[in-house]
Structure formats: C-alpha cells, structure tokens
C-alpha cells in the first residue's frame, strides 16, 4: 500500500513511502532522480490523474549509493505503519520485489489512492563490491521501472524492508555481440553490442538509508 508509480522529467520508475516522526518521504532510486533541486516538480500517478508535487527536501546518500529521500509539499500519509527494516538474509532465500515496469501497475485495487504495484519474486545470490559499496544480488528477471522498488523479506512478524532495487546488471560486453546474418553466415557487427539483462539484480541495502539518510531527515525541519 506504500509504493508508488514516480516520474521526474523523462525518468518514471517506483518509489517507496516511509513516515519518520511524522514526517513522510519517498525512498527511491537517485538515478530516477537525476539533477533534481528543491523547488522542482515529481509527478506521483494516482487512480486519478498524473499529480505534480513541489520537492520541500531532498537527501542522497553521502557513500554513494544509489537511493535517495525526497519530501514532496501535500504527502503526508500519517496512517501508515511504520515500517519493519532490516533482517539477516539467508543464501537462495526467497524474497518479493514490487514496482511498476514499464509505467504498468495492476488492475488490482489499491488500499490507498495509488496503483497497484506488480510483484516478482528473485532470490539472494549473495553480496558483492561495486568499488567501497556493498550490493546486494539478486537472481531474478528485473524491469525497467521496478527502479526504486522495495526489496522485502518475509518474516512471522509480516514483511521486512531490506533493500530497495537499483538496476539490473548488463552481460558483459563479450557476452552481448550483435551479429547479422549475410549470404546464410553469422558476422560479428563491430564496435556494437547490445545492454542484455543478465538476470541478476542490484540492491541497495537498506542500511545504506537507515545510517546515510535516516538521521539527516530526522533533523530537518519540514
């Protein structure tokens, strides 16, 4: 009931609405976000109609990775739960990823003004180095539009928020040739190859908004 369909500009994938001493922010991707400032427009897609929302605040990670904070002037979900974070992730685990691919959502209604979300399902492979930062990886098949989806672990105690999607990684460059077929021969083109999704799928940690935003929000006055 939290996640929602975001754009900026040209930019539309998933953000994640979060309450913090009654204070509500969007946890997305940065990426989506690109060159935002204070001031600027987002639009938030509801059942009806495509509503454009003034940025009050907006934080980034200061290590680098790719999640953000943005607080928008008119969103303030006050009745939502707080949400269950973290949780020890178990090699081959299962777990549930949700956004919009595509701008598609579902026909599904919505508990609260928003589209229904598409949900997948990957499983933890592990965790690897993109220079100082930790990713998660994911086996699964990931979207465009699913950037800045929730990553949630299933627990007794219902869902727990453990990362938020970033990308999925591109097969390498030698993996990812495109060929064309001439007089029934298959021929490298050269200098040319294709973004093919290799089926594994970067995470954010939530750590990464628990220690690198969590305390700047809760400083800020808005």
């Known amino acids: 009931m939290s996640t929602i369909n975001v ?3 040209k930019n539309r994938g998933t953000g994640y609405l979060v309450t913090i001493d009654s ?3 969007i946890v997305s991707a940065c990426h989506i976000f690109s060159g935002i400032q204070v001031g600027d427009s987002i ?3 509801s059942n009806a109609e495509e509503n454009f929302f003034s940025v009050v605040a907006y934080f980034e ?3 680098g990775y790719d999640i953000c904070a943005i607080s928008v002037d008119g969103v303030c979900v006050e009745h939502l739960k707080d949400t269950q974070m973290g949780g020890v992730l178990d ?3 299962e777990l549930k990823f949700l956004g919009y691919p595509h701008g598609i959502s579902s026909t599904l209604p919505g508990r609260l003004a928003f589209p229904s979300p598409l949900v997948r ?3 933890f492979s592990g965790v690897i180095k993109q220079g100082d930062l930790d990713l998660i990886i994911l086996d699964g098949f990931n979207n ?3 950037s800045g989806g929730p990553l949630f672990k299933m627990t007794e105690l219902g869902a727990s928020l453990v990362g938020i999607i970033s990308s999925y990684r591109w097969e390498d460059e030698r993996h990812s040739r495109v060929y064309k077929r001439e007089n029934g021969d298959k021929n490298i083109v050269e200098n040319t190859f294709s973004e093919a999704n290799s089926g594994l799928i970067q995470v954010v940690p939530i750590g990464a908004f628990i220690n690198g935003i969590w305390p700047s929000i809760r400083r800020y006055s808005f």
Do not use: D, N, R, W
């Open 144 to 146: 465009p539009g699913f």
């Open 91 to 93: 090699l081959g685990e």
């Open 61 to 63: 990670c200061e290590s």
């Open 23 to 25: 204070k509500t922010v």
């Open 7 to 9: 754009a900026y500009g």
């Open 121 to 123: 399902t990957a499983f």
């Open 43 to 45: 639009q938030i897609i």
